[in-house]
């Protein structure tokens, strides 16, 4: 009982005397008491997703992207069966082009005010940064957009602080470009040489602390050419509409963020 049992004790008196006048049975009585004094609900797990253009959702003219995708799949879960396990709630922090950096800078305040209540902070934050980090700069031998030892640098602060903010921080991973597409915007080459570094020295940041990591770019990889190749928009760079119906399946079924709402 969550009632405190000073409190109980005079709820079901005032229960019992109330039924009695109404000629409740003693078995409507208790029935009626434990309903009355039943443990609430458990409260929706409140999440926030923060990253670049992967968690904004650029190129998914259909769905919005993987983080619209799931928030409308959970949101639909809570509508269609009002009496089941709260489904989580999720907001879409995703800026298009931001780095490590601006991530980093915008992470704390976006946090604390997502809380819908009070003094209140969200559950968990779900990442997606470092593709804009990784591509090179002017030409395809130029230097990359951050230099690696700092990205290294600036993600551990990101990852150790987003711990340090909420119980539950998960890491989803960049997916593989098409380099034969770039440059980007006439100025920047990504490629998959850079993309694995940076996506791997993340990787390892993550395990180190205990931070599940999603690592869509392997994955990818494996299905080969043909299939990661028509999960691409035009620009070679931003997932379309499959694509992120790709990633969106991939979370859904990621083992380690089953077990956390198993267990909210």
Known sequence: MT????????????VKVYLGFQGASKI??????????????????????????????????EGGGW??????????????????????????????????????????AEFKHRG???????????????????PRVGQPDGKNYTDFDRFQRMMETLLERSLE????????GMVPVDSYKMPFLDLLYYNHSDQYRYKEVTRQLCRSLGIPYLDLF???????????????SEDGLHPNHLGYASI??????WKDLQQELAHQ
Do not use: K
């Open 165 to 172: 903010l909420a119980p539950i921080v998960y890491f989803v």
């Open 218 to 232: 392997e994955q990818w990889l494996s299905n080969g050419d043909q299939w990661w190749r028509s999960r691409l």
């Open 116 to 134: 819908e209540y009070r003094n209140r902070v969200p559950d968990g934050i779900l990442l997606s940064v470092g593709t804009n980090d990784s």
């Open 28 to 61: 409507e009585m208790n029935q009626t008491i434990s309903a009355v004094t039943a443990s609430p609900r458990p409260r929706a797990l409140r999440l926030v997703a923060l990253g670049d253009s992967l968690v904004y959702g650029y190129g998914d003219t």
């Open 67 to 108: 983080v619209d995708r799931l928030r409308c799949y959970w949101m639909r879960q809570a509508l269609e069966d009002p009496h089941s396990l709260p489904s989580p709630v999720l907001y879409n922090l995703g800026v298009r082009g931001d780095t490590i950096d601006l991530v980093s800078r915008r992470l704390e």
């Open 3 to 14: 009632v405190p049992r000073s409190r109980h004790s005079i709820l079901v008196a005032v």
């Open 248 to 253: 969106f399946e991939a979370v859904l079924a």
